[in-house]
Each structure stands twice: as structure tokens, then as C-alpha cells.
């Protein structure tokens, strides 16, 4: 791709000049268009070191009204960054529905460097090309404007830059030790680059190879391109997209209506089983900390299930340093203006931690779905992206368990009822917790459905029978210790 790629023929200057003007004009009313038509538009500059991505940014972004942008310079992965799933600094750095976010170095600096540096394995580098496509796709499927460049340099000409940067006390420090590295090992590179671009070169994402020899002309081919893509963008709003079939295998599940609640246990039993296993918890925390092995804890279940009750017990056993129990309400309009996976992204945890959720994800095809909150569609594709993003979690080296609290019907309408005559307890009901009774059908339809799409072997459903709140609380603690002890086997196998 990149090796046959065929530059396009340079103008003149009177017409780069008269051409530059034009497309200046038209990215700034663009931008006014974009915040309007609340699209999305992600920019990622890759290229050659020396290449001019940071000088051309700063060109482009003179046009635009600097409210409604950011510009960020993307490092290799830091040993903080290191911590999270390899996804995670570019996931939590997508934009807010009408805005821009432009970045110097993404992805592909950091999975051609891993590759070239011996940090990647032959199997882990095709692990990241196939995350970046599930992550291109998403956000395309999702209204992004997914706009990728790289800047095309010739040896020469990045040989010729790199020492009139060194040659100057000023501009040095701009030349990294990888700069020189790639310039000496030029053809080996452009082989990595254009692999990488083979593969990654999505129909929704597309790559687009700038001449980079000269800046006015380099910028004109950006802004053409940027305007083009705005163009089709606001076009094709709103356009439903295929939803994909699903390939990754899943576990059978039972139907709600299916799981037995008559499962109890004595105050003496309870007591017994919750300190013996709060202790066995405490020193598995240990051991997960040592290894960086990251837990994610999901709740979800009926209104007055016991889900708060149940984390309690989780939390008591954990080194409050080591956990952080996320409860997910409904989401502030800067989440909103996100892909709906965002704000459960920026809650991951470090390697060697906890994450607990009180509600996750999953909102998205219970509460939005049958709210109406989002499109059929919206909610329809959300089942994959999910089973894609706990795919990305396991694949990291997590432990993801997913807990349904479960009860029946008229045990909520006790519960319920307790709530609202006892004063200290009458925070906890809410007129939108009567008005989810009224829906219970339609709500079990969906939960059905959400277990049966999404209990994979690798993010299983584990169904807690909570009619009893202390059989529901040691089941769950003795489900969360076995994932733990799973793990640790596996890794000392490893």
C-alpha cells in the first residue's frame, strides 16, 4: 500500500495558494457544521519522524475556533499506560459529539514500535491489529468520523531534516533516539508501515498518505481530505448500520423465569461462610496485587436485589487501596456526547487492582433500550461491541465477572414497601423504581436476551439467587474467590 502508493501531482504555487485559501474557508464553516450536525471527528497524524506532523497541525488548527477542539501528542505507552488495557489511552481521548480531537501519534506508532523493537510477539501484534479494526469499526458504526494521515517522507529528505534539527542546540531535543533508528533502518520500516496500513485500511477508517516534502502543499492535501470526509459524514448521518453476527462463542444460560429461589441460609451458616471467605478474599487481594492481575466486579439485577449489600461484603475483604466501587447512574451530558463504552473505559482499573460496577454497560441494552433511549439499531450493535470490549479486558490478563441479582416479583414489592415506611431507609425508593415494577415483563425479555448474547467463557453471567441476601452474598464471594484462584493457577502454569 504504502510502497505503491503514487503521489499526486503537486500544483503549482499560484494554484497551492488560491486552493489553500478556499479550503481554509471551508473548514471553518465545516466546524460550525460539525458542532451542529453533533458529529464526532477523531484525527490521528502518523508518519515518518521529522516528517512535519506537529508544524502541520498547528497549521490546520488556525482555521477552527479552539473551543471545540484538542489536540493531544501521543507518546509510546509510559509505564503508568502500561498499567491499562492497550486501548485505553486512545479510548478515553475520543471526542464529544461536535468536536475535534487531533492526534499527533496514535496507534500505529505504538504497535509498529512494539513489532520493530522485539516487544510484540508475531501473535501479539496480530492481537492489536485485529483491536485497532474492532475499535475503528466501533467508532465508525457509531457516528465518528475516523480520519487517519500518514506522512510520507522519502530517507533522504528525513535524513536531510533530522540533522538540520541536530545541527541546532534549539530543535535537538525534538530528534528522539527512534527517530535516528528508523532513518538508518529506513526499508525495514516502510515494510512494518505498510503492513500495518494493509491491515488496518477499513473502508470506515480509511489511511491517507500525505506528500509530505512540502508544508503548504502537504496542508492542502489534509484539508481537502478533512473537508471531503465532513462531507460525506453529514450525508450519511443517521444512516443505520449492519449488525454484525456474533463470533465468539457463548455458554448456555437459564431464563430467569428458570432459576430457583428458594435457596437459604441460617444466621449461623452465613456468619461462619462470610468470615471464612472475607478472609481467604484479603489474601488473594495480596496475591493479585504482586502479579498485576486487574479483577472488574459487574452488578446488575432487579431494584432492591441486594446488589449494594452484596458489594459491601466484597469491598470488607479488600485493601481499601486496592479497590474502587464505581456506582454508574445516568450519564452526565459530557458522557452522553460519547460512544455510551466511554465512561466505563476512563473507570478501569490499574493492573493488580479492583473495579466494582453497581450498574454497567449493559444499561445499554436494558435501560436505553427499552427507555428509549437510543436507537434499535444503537442497541442491537451494542451486544458485540460489549462481548468485543470484555474480549479486549480478558485478553489484557483481567478477571471479569458478571453478577444478575436476582429475585422475584413480590419479593421487590416487600422490599419495596419496607423502603418507603421506614424513614432511613425512604432515600433508597424512587418513583422511577415503581415505574421499572410496571415494566418488569418487558425488562425480563431483555435481561433474557442480554444473558443469552453476552455469557461468554472468557465474561461469564453468574445468576445470584437473592430472595435470601446472605445466600446471594456468599455466593457471590465464593464465585469472585474461584475466578481468582482460576487465574492465579493459570499464570503460574504459564
Known amino acids: 500500500m504504502l510502497k505503491d502508493w503514487n503521489k499526486p501531482e503537486r500544483p503549482s504555487d499560484e494554484e497551492i495558494d488560491t486552493r489553500l485559501k478556499i479550503a481554509r474557508e471551508n473548514l471553518t464553516r465545516n466546524q460550525i457544521k460539525v458542532k451542529e450536525g453533533k458529529i464526532p471527528v477523531f484525527v490521528i497524524f502518523e508518519g515518518w519522524g521529522a516528517a512535519g506532523k506537529g508544524s502541520l497541525v498547528g497549521r490546520i488548527i488556525k482555521n477552527m475556533d479552539p473551543r471545540f477542539f484538542n489536540v493531544e501528542s501521543v507518546k509510546y505507552s509510559t509505564d503508568e499506560e502500561k498499567r491499562r488495557p492497550f486501548l485505553y489511552k486512545y479510548f478515553t ?15 500505529m506508532r505504538d504497535i509498529v514500535g512494539g513489532k520493530m523493537s522485539g516487544e510484540l510477539s508475531d501473535k501479539e501484534y496480530r492481537k492489536r491489529v485485529d483491536s485497532t479494526k474492532r475499535f475503528e469499526r466501533t ?35 525534538r530528534v528522539s533516539k527512534h527517530d535516528l533508528k528508523q ?13 500495518f496500513m494493509y491491515d488496518t485500511n477499513l473502508s470506515n477508517a480509511p489511511w491517507y498518505m500525505i506528500d509530505a516534502k512540502e508544508r503548504k502543499w502537504a ?32 455458554k448456555k444460560i437459564p431464563k430467569l423465569s428458570e432459576v430457583s429461589l428458594d435457596k437459604k441460609l441460617t444466621d449461623e451458616e452465613y456468619k461462619e461462610e462470610l468470615d471464612k471467605l472475607q478472609k481467604k478474599l484479603g489474601r488473594l487481594h495480596n496475591e493479585l496485587y504482586q502479579k498485576r492481575i486487574p479483577v472488574i466486579i459487574g452488578y446488575e439485577g ?19 487501596r486496592g479497590y474502587v466501587v464505581n ?36 444499561g445499554r441494552v436494558m435501560v436505553e433500550r427499552l427507555e ?27 478477571i471479569v465477572i458478571k453478577f444478575w441479582v436476582q429475585i422475584d416479583k413480590d419479593t421487590q ?40 448474547k453476552t455469557n461468554t467463557s472468557f465474561a461469564p453471567w453468574h445468576i445470584l439467587e437473592s430472595n435470601d441476601k446472605k445466600y446471594a452474598r456468599i455466593k457471590a464471594l465464593k464465585i469472585v474467590i474461584k475466578a481468582i484462584e482460576d487465574k492465579l493457577e493459570q499464570v503460574e502454569k504459564n
Open 327 to 362: 456506582p454508574i447512574a445516568s450519564p452526565e451530558p459530557h458522557e452522553k456526547a460519547r460512544h455510551f463504552l466511554w465512561r466505563f473505559w476512563t473507570r478501569l482499573p490499574k493492573s493488580g487492582h479492583v473495579a466494582i460496577f453497581d450498574r454497567t454497560w449493559y
Open 93 to 107: 481521548r475520543i471526542p464529544e459529539q461536535g468536536e475535534f480531537v487531533f492526534l499527533d501519534g496514535g496507534w
Open 183 to 195: 532513518n538508518k533502518k529506513y526499508d525495514e520500516y516502510l515494510e512494518a508501515f505498510d503492513s
Open 139 to 173: 467508532l465508525a458504526d457509531n457516528g465518528y468520523l475516523v480520519m487517519k494521515f500518514f506522512f510520507q517522507i522519502d530517507k533522504h529528505e528525513q535524513k536531510k531534516r533530522l540533522e538540520t534539527l541536530l545541527e541546532d542546540d534549539t530543535t535537538s531535543w
Open 372 to 398: 428509549d433511549f437510543c436507537s434499535e439499531n444503537d442497541w442491537q450493535r451494542a451486544y458485540n461491541e460489549i462481548n468485543e470490549f470484555e474480549k479486549e479486558l480478558h485478553d489484557w490478563g483481567a
Open 219 to 250: 496542508e492542502l492535501q489534509i484539508l481537502d481530505i478533512i473537508n471531503q470526509g465532513i462531507d460525506t459524514a453529514l450525508l450519511n448521518q443517521g444512516h443505520a448500520v449492519p449488525i454484525l453476527q456474533n463470533t465468539f462463542a457463548l
Open 413 to 452: 414489592l416487600e422490599r419495596f414497601t419496607l423502603r418507603q415506611n421506614t424513614p432511613e431507609k425512604r432515600w433508597k425508593i424512587t418513583d422511577e423504581d415503581w415505574r421499572n415494577r410496571d415494566k418488569w415483563d418487558d425488562y425480563e425479555t431483555a435481561v433474557d436476551e442480554m444473558l443469552e
Open 302 to 320: 432487579w431494584d432492591a436485589a441486594g446488589k449494594g449489600g452484596n458489594i459491601k461484603r466484597i469491598a470488607e475483604a479488600l485493601d481499601a
